[in-house]
């Protein structure tokens, strides 16, 4: 089965560097088979016949073991991935004009409900909940206005993983090969 593992908060000022070449290295001496990284943002897609639960496991453990710093890791099976490049409106991109970023949640705490407890200011951003993840969209103009930028004070900002629209499309047409 294909799989992609999202890193949270690797290569990112003082975060834990993790080389992707060294990545792809690691996850292929614990098993892991056709490993393919996807920008320096811990983005991984890979076949395995494990379940998402021991794939986390795994990538968790070897990960800190050659690191020495526990990595957060978040398993989604490709058709995960798509059904949430699915639900995100044709329309929305990111671009000079709007940002749409993508929040993968970590099953802990991916409910529907988490959308109505983010400090936003919602008459600037649409934003939905759908497949465990939580989708947004701002214009640029209401950026500040928004208040999005306060989801890291949210007590489930550590539990969630947000990649750009582009990035979130992408891993899902390469989830399908393309």
């Not at 986390?56 to 490049?85: C, D």
């Not at 993968?104 to 919602?122: G, Q």
């Amino acid at each position: 089965m294909k799989f992609v593992a999202l890193l949270r908060g690797i290569n990112v000022g003082k975060s834990v560097q993790v080389p992707m070449k060294e990545l792809k290295t690691l996850l292929e001496e614990i098993g892991l088979r056709d490993v393919v990284t996807y920008l320096n943002s811990g983005n991984v897609l890979f076949e395995s016949d494990l379940d998402s639960q021991g794939l986390t496991q795994a990538i968790g453990i070897a990960l800190e073991s050659r690191f020495s710093e526990a990595i957060p890791v978040l398993v989604k099976t490709s058709s995960e991935i798509m059904n949430i490049r699915d639900a995100i409106p044709t329309e929305w991109k990111s671009d000079k004009f709007e940002q749409t970023y993508v929040a993968y949640l970590f099953r802990e705490i991916a409910t529907p409900e988490l959308v109505d407890e983010l400090p936003i200011k919602r008459q600037y951003v649409e934003i939905k909940y759908a497949h465990e993840a939580i989708i947004w969209n701002v214009k640029r103009e209401n950026y500040n206005r928004s208040q999005i930028t306060k989801i890291i004070a949210h007590p489930a900002y550590g539990r969630m993983t947000t990649r750009n629209v582009n990035t979130a499309r992408k891993l899902a047409l390469l989830c399908v090969g393309q």
